[in-house]
């Protein structure tokens, strides 16, 4: 979410590397407030009545929640990640089509299973990164200089035909989110997509 909010327009990939990394600093602070050096510390500041004590208490419970939440999102998001590596390796282009219903239907597992990684919130920052992706896939097929080039070589049909091939592509990503959208109303009334 930090590189949306900079404009830095990062990929469904970037998401599973921000969890894993997220779990990784938080495993290796849980396995140091675990250590008896930290222990002795706590008794001390128990058995001394510490001010300190309840605040640092409270700080441990927040980081083993956010600990459960990363690790949780990190499994969830796993399985998700073949299928976007193909989204950017995929050829030719419009081939990237095939892998939207597995991908959106990945997510509405993900979204039904995991105890965290079903927010608005969440969705919201997934959808706009695989967004980010299938635009960067259309650039790579159809850029601004290429499109001029064709125009200038007066190659009008290819240049049409390209844009047309821009537009299902985009048209197809859009109707399968929307296809998945109906589908969490039916199947998780209670918490659907929004």
Same mark, same amino acid.
């Given at each position: 979410?930090?590189k ?13 590397? *921000?969890? +894993?990394t997220?779990? &990784? /600093?938080l %495993?290796?602070?849980f396995e140091?407030?675990? @250590? ?7 008794k ?5 009545k ?6 640092f ?6 980081? *083993?929640? +956010?600990r459960?939440? &990363? /690790?949780? %999102?990190?499994h969830?998001?796993?399985s998700? @990640? ?7 390796s995929?050829?030719?282009f419009?081939e990237i ?5 597995p991908?959106?239907?990945?997510i ?6 995991s ?13 706009r ?7 960067r ?13 064709l ?5 009008h ?18 109707s ?7 589908r969490t ?10």
């Open positions: 979410e930090t949306l909010k900079q404009g830095l327009n990062p990929g469904p990939s970037d998401e599973i590397e *921000f969890w +894993a997220k779990a &990784a /600093n %495993n290796s602070i140091q407030l675990q @250590s008896a050096r930290v222990r002795k510390v706590l001390f500041l128990d058995a001394s510490s001010t300190y004590n309840q605040p208490a409270k700080l441990c419970k927040e980081s *083993f929640e +956010a459960d939440e &990363a /690790n949780s %999102n990190k969830f998001l796993r998700l @990640s073949p299928w976007f590596e193909r989204i950017r995929l050829t030719p419009d089509t095939t892998v939207f219903k991908i959106m239907h990945l509405l597992l993900v979204w039904k299973a105890s965290y990684y079903n927010t608005i919130a969440r969705l919201v920052v997934l959808i990164e695989l967004s980010n992706e299938v635009i896939r259309c650039i790579g097929y159809l850029n601004g200089p290429r499109l001029f080039e125009i200038e070589a007066e190659d049909q290819r240049a049409q035909d390209m844009i047309r091939q821009i537009l299902r592509v985009i048209g197809s990503f859009k399968t989110y929307f296809d998945y959208k109906a109303n039916a199947e998780c009334p209670s918490n659907p997509w929004r």
